[in-house]
């Protein structure tokens, strides 16, 4: 087999960036060879940053069922070319939900074939489906994610401490996690009666909905010892009970989102659904919390949950917060975004591939393959400029719908080109040959 190498003054190596060629044999990292020794026709990147492929792990890709929200081929096609070498499906909103193996089936069946990166999949746990876990285990999920409050769509109605008390002990003899959507509906005191303005929105979902709900999740983890992970973590002040749970030893981790990281509740225009998620975007003073946790670790890492639909849901009723679907968009700009913000608060390239590509490979039990550049893991690379500025635009984007609210937004570091296991898969547009991802990837070693 030929090997191909890849020299840059700046590779993100676990032990920190470093000049580096990296050797490429098949689909697989060969070997690292440090500093400037010369490698025979190595293809030089120059100072342009090669990292690890990043780790998307929380994508709603919607397909089957509601592929004109996204679907497998254009979200894989946004995931290539934001440097985005594997991603994780959500087990929703798709149709049928992943809550069934039988639904798990349709979703292998629909992905077969479509996918420009390497995809797996979580499943879901709702009220009475938990005859289904060993089976949704058995056939490939990585993990199953929960809701605490309604999830938006029906198919997926949430569960009670009662339903995770039956779900957790399967799921963790099976030696997966629990994610949950922590928000438990307290009610809400809402002042204004216009449904346009952000203030409204944000009121409506106060922190303390997160910090219950994440109260009660700390407990059932402590008693069941299932491990069980945070999903899109808004609310700075559950970050002390996340803290004091770790040092316990309890399994917990914790993810945040790129919108919570780089956008804040004060600059949200009124009417700008655009920015609708939930747990909301909150205030600037938050933002910087949640910074102070992700670097001190209590934060475990950043995913971006993209999460579309037609535009016409996205921006109901010209600006109406409450009749818009709630989700952003952002599977493309989730590295220029945080590495934008990142570098504005000091935060280093090791950093940032720790957050994005490591971390979330660690949590999905990817590790053995993905998330890092060494010997005997996929060649799965990244190649940035990350001293170059871009204006986000619409024709930039590969995703089904080219809404957004990072669009209009100048962001720091350039996606040049990605390689899924050895192959280039973008370089400046997305490879017009057959889709090489793999739709199932499993915990554990390669096959
Ligand atoms: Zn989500």
């Known amino acids: 087999m030929s090997v191909t190498a890849y020299r840059s003054s700046r590779v993100v190596l676990p032990g920190g960036v470093q000049e580096a060629t990296v050797l490429v044999e098949g689909e697989r990292i060969a070997e690292v060879v440090l500093g400037p020794r010369r490698v025979a026709a190595a293809i030089d990147f120059g100072d342009r940053v090669i990292g690890p492929g990043l780790v998307d792990c929380h994508v709603h890709v919607n397909e089957p069922g509601r592929t004109e929200w996204e679907g497998f081929d254009t979200a894989t096609r946004a995931a290539a070319a934001g440097g985005v070498t594997a991603l994780v499906d959500m087990p929703l909103n798709s149709l049928p939900v992943t809550t069934t193996a039988a639904a798990l ?27 289904e876990l060993g089976a949704l285990a058995a056939g490939g999920v990585l993990g199953c994610k929960a809701f605490l409050v309604h999830s938006g769509i029906d198919e997926f109605p949430n569960t009670t401490a009662a339903d995770l008390r039956e779900a957790m002990p399967v799921l963790r003899d099976a030696g997966l996690p629990l994610l949950a ?22 009121a409506s979902r106060p922190a303390a909905w997160e910090d219950e709900a994440i109260k009660l999740l700390v407990e059932l983890c402590r008693e069941t010892r299932c491990p069980v992970h945070i999903v899109h973590l808004s609310s700075a002040s559950s970050v002390p009970l996340l803290r004091a749970a770790k040092a316990e030893g309890l399994p917990i981790t914790v993810e945040t989102c790129p919108h919570y990281l780089c956008l804040q509740a004060e600059s949200i225009p009124d009417g700008a659904t655009f920015y609708k998620c939930a747990p909301p ?9 949640l910074w102070a946790a992700l670097l001190e670790g209590v934060i475990d890492f950043v995913i971006t ?19 818009a679907w709630g989700g952003i968009a952002s599977l493309q700009l989730g590295l220029p975004a945080v590495w934008t913000e990142a570098r504005r608060r000091g935060a280093g390239l090791a950093e940032l591939f720790h957050w994005m590509s490591a971390a979330p490979a660690e949590f999905a039990g990817l590790s053995t393959r993905k998330g890092r550049i060494a010997a005997g893991l996929d060649a799965d690379l990244v190649v940035l400029d990350p001293e170059e500025e871009r204006l986000v635009s619409p ?9 957004s609210p990072y669009l209009g937004q100048k962001l720091l570091g350039r ?18 040959g057959a889709p090489r991802g793999i739709h199932l990837l499993h915990r554990g070693a390669p096959e």
């Open 105 to 131: 089936e349709q979703k292998k069946a629909a992905s077969a074939g479509k996918c420009r990166v390497d995809v797996g999949f979580w499943g879901g746990v709702v009220p009475g489906n938990g005859a």
């Open 181 to 202: 959507h922590a928000e438990l509906d307290l009610g809400a005191e809402v002042t204004s009666d216009d449904r346009r303005t952000y203030g409204r929105y944000l």
């Open 281 to 289: 975007i909150r205030d600037a003073k938050n933002r910087d919390a």
């Open 305 to 323: 949950d993209h999460s579309p639909c037609s535009p016409s849901l996205k921006l109901a009723d010209s600006g109406d917060f409450e009749a």
């Open 395 to 403: 024709e930039q984007l590969f995703f089904r719908h080219k809404v």
């Open 415 to 432: 996606v040049h080109a990605t390689l899924l296991r050895g192959t280039c898969v973008y370089d400046g547009q997305v490879h017009p």
